[in-house]
Protein backbone atom coordinates (compact mmCIF):
# COMPACT_ATOMS: atom_id res chain seq x y z
CA UNK A 1 0.00 0.00 0.00
CA UNK A 2 1.24 3.31 -0.88
CA UNK A 3 0.81 6.21 1.67
CA UNK A 4 0.92 10.32 0.44
CA UNK A 5 1.38 12.59 2.83
CA UNK A 6 0.48 16.83 1.66
CA UNK A 7 2.80 19.16 3.62
CA UNK A 8 2.91 22.62 3.87
CA UNK A 9 5.18 25.66 4.81
CA UNK A 10 2.79 28.08 6.43
CA UNK A 11 4.44 31.84 5.98
CA UNK A 12 4.20 35.22 5.75
CA UNK A 13 3.10 36.46 1.83
CA UNK A 14 5.88 36.90 -0.16
CA UNK A 15 6.66 38.98 -3.36
CA UNK A 16 8.12 37.63 -6.88
CA UNK A 17 11.79 37.88 -5.44
CA UNK A 18 11.18 35.90 -2.49
CA UNK A 19 11.62 38.61 -0.05
CA UNK A 20 8.56 39.61 2.01
CA UNK A 21 5.71 41.27 0.84
CA UNK A 22 5.16 45.37 1.05
CA UNK A 23 3.27 45.60 4.41
CA UNK A 24 3.73 42.08 5.74
CA UNK A 25 0.57 41.13 4.81
CA UNK A 26 -0.79 37.86 5.65
CA UNK A 27 -3.59 37.48 2.89
CA UNK A 28 -2.39 33.83 1.66
CA UNK A 29 -3.79 32.40 5.07
CA UNK A 30 -5.82 34.81 6.29
CA UNK A 31 -7.88 33.50 2.11
CA UNK A 32 -5.98 31.32 1.22
CA UNK A 33 -5.96 28.75 3.66
CA UNK A 34 -8.86 29.42 4.89
CA UNK A 35 -11.08 29.82 2.45
CA UNK A 36 -9.46 27.77 -0.68
CA UNK A 37 -7.17 24.87 0.44
CA UNK A 38 -8.10 23.87 3.67
CA UNK A 39 -12.39 23.34 1.92
CA UNK A 40 -10.35 21.47 -0.83
CA UNK A 41 -8.54 19.74 1.35
CA UNK A 42 -11.66 19.17 3.52
CA UNK A 43 -13.38 17.94 -0.06
CA UNK A 44 -10.97 14.88 -1.14
CA UNK A 45 -10.36 13.64 2.60
CA UNK A 46 -6.96 14.36 2.02
CA UNK A 47 -4.84 14.60 5.48
CA UNK A 48 -1.95 17.29 5.87
CA UNK A 49 0.35 18.48 7.46
CA UNK A 50 0.69 22.34 8.33
CA UNK A 51 4.51 23.18 8.88
CA UNK A 52 4.13 26.98 10.80
CA UNK A 53 6.62 29.49 10.93
CA UNK A 54 7.55 32.02 13.89
CA UNK A 55 5.74 35.38 12.20
CA UNK A 56 2.91 33.43 11.55
CA UNK A 57 2.69 32.17 15.05
CA UNK A 58 3.06 35.85 16.42
CA UNK A 59 0.10 37.08 13.89
CA UNK A 60 -3.31 37.12 15.73
CA UNK A 61 -5.28 36.93 12.80
CA UNK A 62 -3.09 34.03 11.36
CA UNK A 63 -3.82 32.43 15.13
CA UNK A 64 -7.64 32.83 14.51
CA UNK A 65 -7.66 30.98 11.03
CA UNK A 66 -5.57 28.00 12.66
CA UNK A 67 -7.65 27.36 15.75
CA UNK A 68 -11.09 27.96 13.53
CA UNK A 69 -9.31 25.03 11.36
CA UNK A 70 -8.33 22.62 13.87
CA UNK A 71 -9.56 19.29 12.63
CA UNK A 72 -8.46 15.69 13.33
CA UNK A 73 -7.03 15.38 9.78
CA UNK A 74 -4.70 18.48 10.16
CA UNK A 75 -1.73 17.91 11.69
CA UNK A 76 0.33 21.38 12.74
CA UNK A 77 3.81 21.50 13.19
CA UNK A 78 6.73 23.81 13.50
CA UNK A 79 8.78 25.56 10.43
CA UNK A 80 11.59 27.60 12.02
CA UNK A 81 12.54 30.67 9.85
CA UNK A 82 15.69 31.75 12.24
CA UNK A 83 14.92 35.52 11.78
CA UNK A 84 12.01 35.90 13.26
CA UNK A 85 12.43 34.20 17.06
CA UNK A 86 15.05 35.28 19.65
CA UNK A 87 17.75 34.82 20.45
CA UNK A 88 19.32 36.87 17.82
CA UNK A 89 16.08 37.50 16.13
CA UNK A 90 15.98 40.54 13.29
CA UNK A 91 12.99 40.41 11.60
CA UNK A 92 9.89 41.92 13.36
CA UNK A 93 6.25 42.51 12.14
CA UNK A 94 7.73 46.59 11.60
CA UNK A 95 10.83 45.70 10.17
CA UNK A 96 10.28 43.10 7.94
CA UNK A 97 8.50 44.08 4.73
CA UNK A 98 10.31 43.72 1.68
CA UNK A 99 13.50 41.77 3.32
CA UNK A 100 14.62 38.36 3.10
CA UNK A 101 14.36 35.67 5.35
CA UNK A 102 16.77 33.53 4.25
CA UNK A 103 19.21 32.25 6.58
CA UNK A 104 20.09 28.54 7.09
CA UNK A 105 19.50 27.87 11.15
CA UNK A 106 22.60 26.13 11.06
CA UNK A 107 24.59 29.33 10.26
CA UNK A 108 24.07 30.01 13.88
CA UNK A 109 26.15 28.44 16.58
CA UNK A 110 24.93 25.49 18.20
CA UNK A 111 23.50 26.76 21.37
CA UNK A 112 21.62 29.43 19.43
CA UNK A 113 19.66 27.42 16.90
CA UNK A 114 18.74 24.91 20.19
CA UNK A 115 17.29 28.07 22.02
CA UNK A 116 15.51 28.96 18.59
CA UNK A 117 13.93 25.65 18.26
CA UNK A 118 13.24 25.96 21.70
CA UNK A 119 11.49 28.78 22.19
CA UNK A 120 9.71 28.50 19.04
CA UNK A 121 7.92 24.87 20.22
CA UNK A 122 7.38 26.40 23.21
CA UNK A 123 5.61 29.32 21.07
CA UNK A 124 3.69 26.58 19.50
CA UNK A 125 2.36 25.73 22.53
CA UNK A 126 1.53 28.91 24.01
CA UNK A 127 -1.33 28.93 21.26
CA UNK A 128 -1.94 25.09 20.56
CA UNK A 129 -1.72 23.81 24.04
CA UNK A 130 0.11 20.76 22.93
CA UNK A 131 3.72 20.24 21.33
CA UNK A 132 4.46 19.73 17.98
CA UNK A 133 5.54 16.19 16.86
CA UNK A 134 6.60 16.42 13.50
CA UNK A 135 9.60 19.62 11.93
CA UNK A 136 10.79 21.38 9.11
CA UNK A 137 13.78 23.68 8.79
CA UNK A 138 13.50 26.72 6.52
CA UNK A 139 15.11 26.35 3.78
CA UNK A 140 15.80 22.73 4.27
CA UNK A 141 18.64 23.57 6.59
CA UNK A 142 19.36 20.75 9.39
CA UNK A 143 22.70 18.96 10.52
CA UNK A 144 22.99 16.19 12.71
CA UNK A 145 23.10 17.93 15.52
CA UNK A 146 19.81 19.77 14.73
CA UNK A 147 18.46 16.33 14.78
CA UNK A 148 19.52 15.42 18.11
CA UNK A 149 17.96 19.01 19.27
CA UNK A 150 14.53 17.82 17.78
CA UNK A 151 14.98 14.70 19.77
CA UNK A 152 15.73 16.65 23.11
CA UNK A 153 12.74 18.55 22.09
CA UNK A 154 10.43 15.77 21.79
CA UNK A 155 9.84 15.66 18.10
CA UNK A 156 9.58 12.68 16.39
CA UNK A 157 9.77 13.68 12.74
CA UNK A 158 11.68 15.72 10.82
CA UNK A 159 10.87 16.66 7.12
CA UNK A 160 13.59 18.52 5.66
CA UNK A 161 15.64 16.68 3.25
CA UNK A 162 15.76 17.17 -0.06
CA UNK A 163 17.00 14.24 -1.44
CA UNK A 164 19.98 14.86 -4.31
CA UNK A 165 20.50 18.74 -3.86
CA UNK A 166 23.05 21.03 -2.28
CA UNK A 167 22.07 24.46 -0.75
CA UNK A 168 24.55 27.19 -0.35
CA UNK A 169 24.01 30.37 1.74
CA UNK A 170 26.93 32.71 2.73
CA UNK A 171 29.29 30.17 3.57
CA UNK A 172 27.11 27.61 4.39
CA UNK A 173 26.33 24.32 2.70
CA UNK A 174 23.93 21.93 3.21
CA UNK A 175 24.12 19.29 0.96
CA UNK A 176 21.94 16.46 0.51
CA UNK A 177 23.61 14.78 -2.72
CA UNK A 178 24.02 11.85 -1.61
CA UNK A 179 20.22 11.32 0.22
CA UNK A 180 17.58 9.31 -1.77
CA UNK A 181 13.73 8.74 -0.62
CA UNK A 182 14.56 6.42 1.93
CA UNK A 183 13.30 7.07 5.65
CA UNK A 184 16.39 7.58 7.99
CA UNK A 185 16.42 6.21 11.41
CA UNK A 186 18.00 7.98 14.58
CA UNK A 187 18.07 7.52 18.00
CA UNK A 188 19.00 9.48 20.87
CA UNK A 189 19.51 9.18 24.09
CA UNK A 190 16.68 5.90 23.55
CA UNK A 191 14.26 8.06 21.82
CA UNK A 192 13.45 7.53 18.43
CA UNK A 193 13.46 10.11 15.30
CA UNK A 194 13.15 9.67 11.61
CA UNK A 195 14.07 11.56 8.86
CA UNK A 196 12.01 11.39 6.18
CA UNK A 197 12.43 13.27 2.87
CA UNK A 198 10.69 15.55 0.45
CA UNK A 199 10.12 13.21 -2.75
CA UNK A 200 12.17 14.23 -5.02
CA UNK A 201 13.80 12.46 -7.64
CA UNK A 202 16.71 12.23 -10.72
CA UNK A 203 15.34 13.10 -14.37
CA UNK A 204 18.60 11.99 -15.74
CA UNK A 205 20.34 8.82 -13.90
CA UNK A 206 23.63 11.16 -14.94
CA UNK A 207 22.47 14.16 -13.96
CA UNK A 208 25.25 14.83 -11.33
CA UNK A 209 28.34 14.80 -13.39
CA UNK A 210 26.55 16.94 -15.77
CA UNK A 211 25.44 19.49 -13.00
CA UNK A 212 29.16 19.66 -11.95
CA UNK A 213 30.21 20.84 -15.33
CA UNK A 214 27.17 23.26 -15.27
CA UNK A 215 28.12 24.57 -11.96
CA UNK A 216 31.76 25.52 -13.41
CA UNK A 217 31.29 26.29 -16.63
CA UNK A 218 27.58 27.09 -17.80
CA UNK A 219 26.20 28.95 -14.98
CA UNK A 220 25.24 32.15 -17.23
CA UNK A 221 24.89 30.36 -20.92
CA UNK A 222 21.55 31.02 -21.55
CA UNK A 223 21.44 28.75 -24.44
CA UNK A 224 22.67 26.02 -22.37
CA UNK A 225 19.93 26.61 -19.85
CA UNK A 226 17.47 26.76 -22.74
CA UNK A 227 18.47 23.21 -24.34
CA UNK A 228 19.30 20.97 -21.27
CA UNK A 229 17.71 21.74 -18.04
CA UNK A 230 14.65 21.15 -18.96
CA UNK A 231 16.26 17.40 -19.20
CA UNK A 232 18.46 17.28 -16.76
CA UNK A 233 17.94 18.54 -13.26
CA UNK A 234 15.10 17.19 -10.85
CA UNK A 235 11.41 16.90 -9.81
CA UNK A 236 9.29 17.76 -6.98
CA UNK A 237 6.05 16.31 -5.61
CA UNK A 238 5.53 20.22 -5.88
CA UNK A 239 3.17 22.26 -7.35
CA UNK A 240 3.61 25.62 -9.85
CA UNK A 241 7.39 24.64 -9.36
CA UNK A 242 9.08 25.36 -12.51
CA UNK A 243 5.57 25.33 -14.01
CA UNK A 244 4.84 21.85 -13.03
CA UNK A 245 1.25 21.32 -12.42
CA UNK A 246 0.67 17.51 -13.32
CA UNK A 247 1.80 15.64 -10.23
CA UNK A 248 -0.09 12.36 -11.18
CA UNK A 249 2.37 12.35 -13.56
CA UNK A 250 5.21 11.77 -10.43
CA UNK A 251 3.11 9.31 -8.88
CA UNK A 252 2.49 7.45 -12.21
CA UNK A 253 5.92 7.19 -13.06
CA UNK A 254 7.50 7.59 -9.75
CA UNK A 255 7.25 3.87 -7.52
CA UNK A 256 7.71 4.90 -3.74
CA UNK A 257 6.42 3.58 -0.65
CA UNK A 258 5.39 7.51 0.41
CA UNK A 259 5.06 10.39 -1.18
CA UNK A 260 5.86 13.39 0.20
CA UNK A 261 4.56 16.81 -1.55
CA UNK A 262 5.67 19.87 -0.27
CA UNK A 263 4.47 23.86 -1.37
CA UNK A 264 3.81 26.97 0.40
CA UNK A 265 0.95 28.71 1.72
CA UNK A 266 1.72 31.87 -0.11
CA UNK A 267 1.36 30.04 -3.39
CA UNK A 268 -2.00 29.55 -3.46
CA UNK A 269 -2.99 33.30 -3.69
CA UNK A 270 -2.13 35.87 -6.55
CA UNK A 271 0.99 37.83 -6.00
CA UNK A 272 2.16 36.42 -2.98
CA UNK A 273 4.72 33.91 -4.06
CA UNK A 274 7.07 33.84 -7.40
CA UNK A 275 4.69 31.15 -8.63
CA UNK A 276 1.23 32.41 -8.79
CA UNK A 277 1.59 35.54 -10.34
CA UNK A 278 -2.38 35.72 -12.06
CA UNK A 279 -5.38 34.57 -11.63
CA UNK A 280 -4.40 32.33 -14.26
CA UNK A 281 -1.72 30.45 -12.50
CA UNK A 282 -3.97 30.60 -9.31
CA UNK A 283 -6.70 28.33 -11.62
CA UNK A 284 -3.82 25.93 -12.61
CA UNK A 285 -3.04 25.37 -9.31
CA UNK A 286 -6.35 24.41 -7.46
CA UNK A 287 -7.25 21.90 -10.74
CA UNK A 288 -3.36 20.64 -10.22
CA UNK A 289 -4.07 20.13 -6.84
CA UNK A 290 -7.73 18.70 -7.76
CA UNK A 291 -6.64 16.55 -10.32
CA UNK A 292 -4.23 14.81 -7.84
CA UNK A 293 -6.57 14.55 -5.09
CA UNK A 294 -9.02 12.31 -7.41
CA UNK A 295 -6.40 10.23 -8.22
CA UNK A 296 -5.15 9.63 -4.97
CA UNK A 297 -8.83 8.64 -3.94
CA UNK A 298 -9.45 6.68 -6.65
CA UNK A 299 -6.28 4.38 -6.97
CA UNK A 300 -6.94 3.94 -2.90
CA UNK A 301 -3.82 5.35 -2.01
CA UNK A 302 -3.39 6.29 2.30
CA UNK A 303 -3.74 10.02 2.33
CA UNK A 304 -2.00 10.54 6.06
CA UNK A 305 -0.20 12.92 8.24
CA UNK A 306 3.67 12.80 9.00
CA UNK A 307 2.69 11.96 12.60
CA UNK A 308 0.89 8.79 11.34
CA UNK A 309 4.26 7.39 10.92
CA UNK A 310 4.87 7.17 14.49
CA UNK A 311 2.66 4.60 14.80
CA UNK A 312 3.70 2.84 10.86
CA UNK A 313 7.07 2.61 12.39
CA UNK A 314 6.60 1.91 15.72
CA UNK A 315 8.48 5.22 17.09
CA UNK A 316 9.49 5.36 20.62
Not at 86 to 94: A, C, G, K, S
Not at 231 to 257: D, H
Amino acid sequence: MKNFFFTIDVEVDKSADWSISKNATFNSIIYGLDEILIPLLKKYKIKSTFFISPEVLDDLNCQHILLKNQSENIEFATHLHAEFINPERLLFPNNMSNKYADKFQTEYPPEIEYLKLQNLTDNFYKIFKYYPLSFRAGRYAIREKTLEYLSDLKYKIDCSSTPGLKWKNNNNIINYSNIDNKIQFYKFKNKDLISVPISIQKKFKNFNYFYKIYEKNFYKNTLYNKLFLKFLGYEWLRPAYKKNYNLVRYLEKINQENYIMTMHSNEITVNTSPYTKTKEDQIKLIKCLEDLFIYINKKNINSLMLKDMIKIYNIL
